[in-house]
Every structure is written in structure tokens, then in C-alpha cells.
């Protein structure tokens, strides 16, 4: 059930559309749905001995060194992005999606760095030095579209203002891990279908998701042997109790947000449910390498939940529009059922596997 009022968001989004974006406080503020900005525990991560891991590793870290994607990331002749002729709506959303992507990207620059920055351990100094330029490359490309459209973020103020949520190491792994490897499985789904239907590309950055995703992929594999550094992680009971947190928290927070952007997704001629479940699909599948449990995404309380999921975090947010006692009670009931909601997803019985004993994988989707 989808208790927000047509006439209300109807009134909304002509409101809003008829706003001028402040695409840097959508950047800055920090919401359940936004990216964050993470800070850990530097000397713990520091102390991580990866020599149980080292042929891997060091393959892995050849292959990030030798810079596959150095001049991918430059506009050329293919760039032919048209701000002007593009629809109001889905201009509003289609910037709401870039500045969202930019602050993930940036998000992880920031992170890498710092790791980089505080380390001394030769390994883990080298891989975080070339994810952190990596991210930088992403967030640098993505602000250089948003310029064209006169609303770049500043990033070096973003460091500065954003607040930044602590994370010990192990949950920056299961969290960092997912988002690299939903990254990975977003761009490519975007770029397959955009490959399929070249007439819904209305614009010229999804042609550089190909390559950019093989990046994200490589992330997320370093992460899979720094969890397998320490065989704990994923196999504690704790742990996998926590591994099923993530996974349940990044796939319904991915499912909310992008059933935000219907215009977006319209453009794209994707179904939005269709498009998630592809990623989750491909993101659990992926996940196989390292995590002992799956979420299952076939089971019959999985999308209902989702929906109403998605309907509580519509009513919040028409409750926080209106203010007031009325507005403070309706927030309330709605975070409630919101929380009701994820024990529900959370409860879905997971499906247990045996992680393999070769973690590395390639990109083939
Ligand atoms: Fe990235
Ligand atoms: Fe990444």
C-alpha cells in the first residue's frame, strides 16, 4: 500500500522541479539513503598480514599497478552530452543519480587514502594507493559531467563538511566489499542494456561504464582476500550474522533509492524491481567467492518487503514535508514500519554456502 496522497506528490515534484538544485548539499547531508563517508581503525588495518594470500595478492596488485584504465577516463569524440534537450524531470533526477554516484566514488577515494596516508605496511600502503587514485579518476569524470550542467561539487569542501560514520575494519570490509561488487554489477547491467537499446542512452557517460566497472570489481576482489587474511570473518557465527546485516541493509537501501528516480529509470526503459533484482542476482552470485551465506532473493517475502520498504521511507518523507505535531507522529509510525520492515528481511532464511577455495574471480558478466 502506498499511503502518500497522488495529488501531493504530484503538487511536489512540480514544486521541486521548479527549484534550483543545491547539488552540494545534496552531497554534503547525511541521510540513512545518502553515501557516507567512512573513517575506521588505520592501525588495525595497518597490522594485516596478507603473506597467507601473497600469489594472489601479488597478482592482483600487478594487475592494479600496470593501470588498465589510465586514459579511459577523458571525454572524447563519443561525448556527446546534450543538458539542454533533456527533459526537466528526468534532467532534476539524472543529476540526483550523478551527484549520488560522485559521493559513493569520492566516498571511497577519501577512505583509501587515508588508509594510504596512516599505513606503513608496504602491502596494504600499495593497494590503497592505486584504489584511492582509481576513485579519484570516477568522482573527477562524474563532477566534469555535472559541470556541463553548471552543478559540480566541491569536493575538496565535501572532505571537510561531511560527517564521516566509523566503521571498526571488519565491517568496512562487508561493507566496502558489497559496494564495490554492487558497483561492479550496476554499471555492467546499465552497459548491457544500453548495448541492447543504444536509442535510450540519453547520455554519453553510461558508454564509459564498461571499463570503469572492471575497476570496481578489482576493488572489491582485494577486499575478498583481505577478509580471507583472517578466515574469522566470514566464518564465526557472529559474523555471518553480521554478513547477513550487510547484505540486507545495502540491497534494500539500493532498492529505496532507486525507486526514487523513476524518471531515470523510465529513460533508460528499465523496470526499476527488474533492474535491482538483476543486480542483487548477479552481486549474490559474485559474493559466493567470499560470504558463507546468500540472501534469498526468490523467496515470497523478499520484494513484498521491499515494497513496503520503499512506501515507508515515501511516507517519512511526506511527514517530514509537513511538519508540525501531525508530521512528527506520521514520521514516527512510518520509521517504525520502516524498522518492522527490514526484521522481515532480515528473518528471510538465507541460503548457505561453501565459499570456494580459489577467492579470485573475473568480470564476466
Ligand atoms: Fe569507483
Ligand atoms: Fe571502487
Not at 222 to 251: E, G, H, Q
Request: with cysteine.
Amino acid at each position: 500500500m502506498n499511503a502518500t496522497p497522488k495529488g501531493l506528490d504530484a503538487d511536489y515534484a512540480e514544486l521541486a522541479a521548479s527549484q534550483p538544485m543545491d547539488t552540494q548539499a545534496m552531497a554534503t547531508e547525511t541521510t540513512l539513503l545518502n553515501p557516507r563517508f567512512y573513517t575506521t581503525d588505520f592501525d588495525e588495518m595497518d597490522k594485516i598480514d596478507v603473506s597467507s594470500v601473497r600469489p594472489e595478492w601479488d597478482k592482483l596488485i600487478a594487475q592494479m599497478k600496470s593501470d588498465p584504465n589510465k586514459g579511459h577516463f577523458k571525454k572524447n569524440a563519443e561525448w556527446d552530452a546534450d543538458w539542454e534537450g533533456m527533459d526537466p524531470a528526468l534532467k532534476r533526477e539524472f543529476i540526483d543519480f550523478l551527484v549520488s554516484s560522485c559521493t559513493a566514488e569520492f566516498s571511497g577515494c577519501v577512505l583509501y587514502k587515508e588508509m594510504k596516508r596512516r599505513g606503513s605496511n608496504k602491502d596494504i600502503c600499495e593497494l590503497f594507493s592505486y584504489m584511492s587514485r582509481d576513485e579519484a579518476r570516477h568522482a573527477g569524470f562524474i563532477n566534469d559531467a555535472l559541470r556541463e550542467a553548471g552543478v559540480a561539487v566541491n569536493l575538496g569542501f565535501l572532505t571537510k563538511a561531511k560527517k564521516y560514520t566509523y566503521f571498526r575494519p571488519k565491517f568496512i570490509y562487508y561493507a566496502t566489499y558489497l559496494s564495490e561488487k554492487i558497483g561492479y554489477a550496476r554499471y555492467i547491467t546499465i552497459f548491457r542494456h544500453l548495448e541492447a537499446h543504444p536509442e535510450q542512452r540519453f547520455h554519453p557517460i553510461f558508454k564509459w561504464f564498461r571499463e570503469w566497472c572492471n575497476d570496481e570489481f578489482s576493488h572489491g576482489e582485494a577486499f575478498a582476500l583481505l577478509m580471507r587474511t583472517d578466515p574469522k570473518l566470514t566464518t564465526s557465527f557472529a559474523n555471518k550474522l553480521w554478513i547477513r546485516f550487510f547484505l540486507t541493509a545495502v540491497y534494500s537501501t539500493m532498492y529505496v533509492r532507486d525507486h526514487a528516480r523513476p524518471e531515470f529509470h523510465k529513460a533508460l526503459g528499465v523496470d526499476i524491481e527488474w533492474y535491482d533484482q538483476e543486480v542483487f542476482r548477479k552481486t549474490s552470485t559474485i559474493a559466493r567467492q567470499v560470504f558463507p551465506v546468500e540472501i534469498d532473493i526468490d523467496h515470497p517475502r523478499w520484494l513484498p518487503n521491499l515494497r513496503r520498504m520503499r512506501d515507508a521511507f515515501g511516507q517519512m518523507d511526506t511527514a517530514k514535508r509537513r511538519g508540525g505535531v501531525g508530521g512528527w507522529i506520521s514520521h514516527k509510525l512510518a520509521s517504525a514500519k520502516a524498522a518492522a520492515t527490514f526484521v522481515a528481511l532480515y528473518t528471510i532464511p538465507v541460503i548457505k554456502r561453501e565459499p570456494p577455495k580459489d577467492v579470485r574471480l573475473e568480470p564476466v558478466y
